[in-house]
């Protein structure tokens, strides 16, 4: 009998990103802030970007696609002060999927080079 080894799916951090994007389209309704028309704006916008960004890239993998997602979470980051965003649940909210899309985007750089280095 052979036990059955646990694995996580492949791209999954695409498929991370694509949840934290459909995420940020909702999130005006779910975290109450939809009245407010710039950071309804910026949420939905970016997360239908980030949403674009990983369809392209869960069909044709590049590291390049990656840095559109590393500028968009940036974006996020930096939103709440660019946009002088007064909803402090859609600050947090852009600060930490910001953060957490720059760091899935830079994981899988690194995932893609050491799966090329050994690959040679």
């Not at 002088?84 to 994981?107: K, M, T, W």
Request: aromatic letters at 16%.
């Amino acid at each position: 009998m052979t036990n059955a080894a646990f694995s996580a799916p492949k791209q999954w951090e695409d498929w991370v990103s694509w949840v934290l994007g459909i995420w940020l389209c909702l999130s005006p309704w779910i975290l109450a802030f939809s009245l407010e028309a710039t950071p309804t704006t910026n949420a939905v916008t970016s997360g239908f970007l980030i949403i674009l960004a990983e369809v392209v890239t869960l069909s044709a993998f590049r590291v390049w696609e990656e840095w559109i997602n590393v500028v968009l979470g940036l974006w996020l980051v930096g939103s709440p002060w660019f946009l002088d965003i007064a909803s402090s649940a859609a600050r947090i909210e852009f600060i930490v999927v910001g953060i957490l899309v720059v760091a899935l985007a830079f994981y899988e750089m690194k995932q893609s080079r050491r799966f090329q280095g050994s690959h040679k």
